[in-house]
């Protein structure tokens, strides 16, 4: 679909474009409206100084904004494409199911502090409904290790922006890069006026927004309703746009590309979420339990500002996605030594932050 139904083209791109702007002012108004009515709504662990960078305790209702665009995103889409036929699209009531559990697994997990084990679970869920419901990663020949994988792909990204979430500003930057880029690739493959990129739109547009009260000094933390929704919007939304992103050569390297996109999407995510685990590991600890010892910590105990680490993540997760898409854009995704070089490049990424950890360090921690 190149256009929305009963409009030229130059017209959908203006409504996507109103859309966009009047989706970020109300979720920047509701974030005023939020801060007006928010004594302890969000909040728990009073003075909890293990768990967050600082010891201020502040609301936690990024997830509340996130959903109510989610939403607003869902009614625009129905109301103009003026017809229910996303009533009888199973993938898209999936979705719908998997973003609302997401959401109110993390919303009582910021009332409740609930057990990592019944999150574990919801986010098990989350993959399995969106299988159930069609939407999976194509990447092996065999539905059962396609299966597995997506289920991986959806557990591992809500875990990772959930840990990520430990510090102003750091997951809402690399979700809203992630989301901008996708739409960058819907745009050309001429998917930008399809549900997706629509919900897309919206959220993008709400993270924006949001990143006004959670950039340092925050006033708002996004808290586990926000990063388990995004979580599982993103692993939703990456499975759609980026795994199963058409590609019109079948080679090893085209498949070796296949993963390393997505990956490039949220690099910074994976590689704090697998540095943490490794370094945890080793000392013994278990990985779902939180501390100060992120990459995003180490970088502080290094000299850097807190401004300044979300800045280097918002630079590092443009990069690394812009290459990815430089890639498919040039269809330079069956050559070989590019494919390996990029894989390379993220790998140094990777290691650049887990030689960080070792390297500065808070004894205390």
């Known amino acids: 679909m190149e256009h929305l139904i009963g409009f030229s083209q ?25 801060l007006k009515f928010a004594t302890n709504l969000g909040v728990r ?51 719908v199911v ?17 057990k990592p084990w019944l999150k574990f679970f919801v986010q098990i869920f989350c993959g399995v409904v969106s299988i159930l419901c069609g939407n999976y990663i194509h990447l092996f020949s065999n539905d059962i290790c396609n299966y597995l994988i997506t289920i991986f792909w959806f557990v591992g990204i809500m875990n990772s922006l959930n840990m990520l979430d430990n510090m102003d500003g750091i997951t809402s930057s690399v979700s809203a890069v992630a989301s901008v880029f996708m739409l960058v690739i819907c745009y050309y493959t001429q998917t930008l006026f399809t ?10 547009a709400s993270i924006l927004a949001f990143m006004r009260y959670n950039w ?8 586990d309703s926000g ?24 080679s090893g390297s085209t498949f070796l590309f296949q993963v390393l996109l997505p990956v490039s999407f949220f690099i910074i995510t994976i590689s704090d979420t697998t540095t943490v685990s490794i370094n945890r590991l080793l000392k013994k600890r278990s990985p779902f339990v939180g501390g100060k ?18 800045l280097l993540y918002i630079f590092v997760s443009v990069i690394s996605a812009l290459g990815g898409f ?12 590019v494919v390996v070089l990029f894989g390379v490049i993220l790998f140094s990424i990777f290691i650049s932050l887990f030689v960080v950890t070792k390297k500065f360090k808070n004894e205390s921690v």
């Open 10 to 34: 130059q017209n959908s791109l203006l409504i996507l474009l109103g859309f966009f702007l009047l989706q970020g002012i109300f979720a920047f108004l509701l974030g005023v409206i939020l």
């Open 45 to 95: 662990n009073h003075g909890d100084g293990v768990v967050r960078w600082t010891a201020t305790t502040k609301p936690s209702l990024g997830g509340i904004l996130f959903f109510f665009a989610f939403l607003l995103s869902i009614v625009f889409y129905l109301i103009i494409l003026s017809e229910n036929a996303q009533f009888n699209n199973i993938e898209f009531l999936g979705m």
């Open 98 to 114: 998997s973003c609302t559990m997401g959401f109110i697994m993390g919303l009582a997990d910021d009332a409740y502090n609930t």
């Open 195 to 204: 549900y997706d990129s629509i919900l897309i739109i919206g959220v993008a």
């Open 216 to 223: 340092h000094p925050s006033t708002i933390y996004m808290g």
């Open 227 to 250: 990063s388990q929704f995004l979580g599982a919007f993103l692993a939703y939304a990456a499975v759609k746009v980026l795994w199963n992103i058409p590609i019109d050569i079948n």
């Open 293 to 310: 010892d992120h990459t995003t910590h180490h970088l502080v105990y290094a000299g850097l500002k807190q401004r300044t680490v979300a």
């Open 326 to 337: 430089l890639i498919y854009y040039h269809h330079l995704y069956n050559d070989w030594m």
